[in-house]
């Protein structure tokens, strides 16, 4: 398995193993909720880096099967594997001009596979929610290219990038979002209706009984707790069947067992559902439930790990002065 490695000419370009589709998810399904997703109770301090106070996933917590074959990504030719889901050719982003400039992405060049969840790290300032910013059609860049699947993103429309959101990605957010006035069922179906398709009522049922909230659909987001909330947040994404669901530090405003659970769920999307997920996130322990981490410094990928766990996390941002 190649390292990966900053490409010498002053790019950010990795070259990184391939993940490949997960395999079939364990038998058995979802724990209860209440029963934190699966993950084996332990101490919370125990593995718990900095001010994370949820505990890691255990160490024998099932993988999907990967393709472990070394990949070039930002326009290389890919051979023996799926083209990403997601993915940034040479990315840069500037903001302001001048002496005024601020450089928030370098050249980044990095790709992110389907049916896996990967998280993106680094260093206050080091650019990664501006690069997932950019993946989701959220921003603009300033030189080279990002893909969602086979459509090059960079240059449509505000219009096109609306419709995209709307029909290909999914969010998750550090504050729910959620509209008060509104039931739990109500706001999983929301963008759906808005968009004016119908939930398919088997993929509908599927989701509600993976994220335990089939007695909770008729609470409005007042009456549940911040982690029903947060699993109301991930339904609402994964009902519509995205390409890619984007994860913004979504358990930043959850208690231990509430940020268990969401990363728990998160993680079984991934491994029962199929689903592809990128989360930024500052957080070891967080970044621990995902299959891979990249790392950004000053506006540049530099490394990357995969099957993490907190410990090689925290190193690794010991590392670059995180």
């Known amino acids: 398995m190649n390292s990966p490695h900053a490409d010498p000419s002053g790019s950010s370009r990795l070259t990184v193993p391939f993940h490949g589709q997960p395999a079939n998810a364990p038998q058995g399904g979802m724990p209860p909720a209440g029963a934190q997703d699966g993950v084996a109770p ?17 160490p024998n917590a099932p ?8 990949q070039q990504y930002g326009g290389a030719q890919q051979q023996g594997s799926a083209a990403p889901a997601v993915m940034a050719e040479g990315v840069s982003k500037v903001y302001g001009a001048g002496d005024a400039a601020v450089h928030a ?8 596979a389907r049916g896996a969840f990967t998280a993106i790290m680094g260093p206050s300032g080091s650019g990664k929610s501006t690069l ?3 993946l989701a059609g959220l921003d603009t860049v300033s030189e080279g290219r990002v893909r969602l699947g086979d459509a090059d993103i960079t240059g449509m429309s505000d219009k096109q990038l609306t419709m995209l959101r709307r029909d290909r990605v999914g969010f998750v957010f550090q504050a729910f979002n959620l509209l008060p006035t509104l039931t739990a069922e109500q706001n999983i179906r929301l963008p759906l209706e808005l ?14 009984d993976v994220v335990g909230l089939r007695d909770r659909l008729r609470h409005r987001p007042s009456e549940l707790s911040g982690g029903q909330q947060q699993r109301v947040a991930c339904a609402r994404a994964l009902v519509a069947r995205p390409d890619v669901i984007f994860a ?6 959850l208690d231990s067992r509430a940020g268990a659970e969401v990363l728990g769920f998160l993680r079984a999307s991934v491994r029962e559902m199929g689903q592809t997920i990128v989360m930024v996130t500052h957080d070891p322990v967080a970044a621990s ?6 790392f950004l410094r000053d506006g540049r990928t530099v490394s990357e790990i995969l099957r ?3 410990d090689t996390v925290l190193d690794r941002l010991k590392s670059l002065g995180g």
């Open 289 to 294: 439930y995902a299959d891979r981490v990249v």
């Open 42 to 58: 332990q101490n919370p301090q125990q593995h718990a880096p900095g001010n994370a106070p949820y505990p890691a996933p255990p």
């Open 132 to 134: 997932m910013h950019c």
């Open 308 to 310: 993490p766990t907190p």
């Open 248 to 253: 913004d530090e979504p358990t930043g405003n």
């Open 195 to 208: 968009a004016g398709r119908k939930a398919d009522a088997g993929w509908f049922d599927h989701v509600i």
């Open 105 to 112: 992405l370098r050249g980044v060049s990095v790709g992110f």
């Open 63 to 70: 993988y999907p099967a990967m393709q472990q074959q070394p």
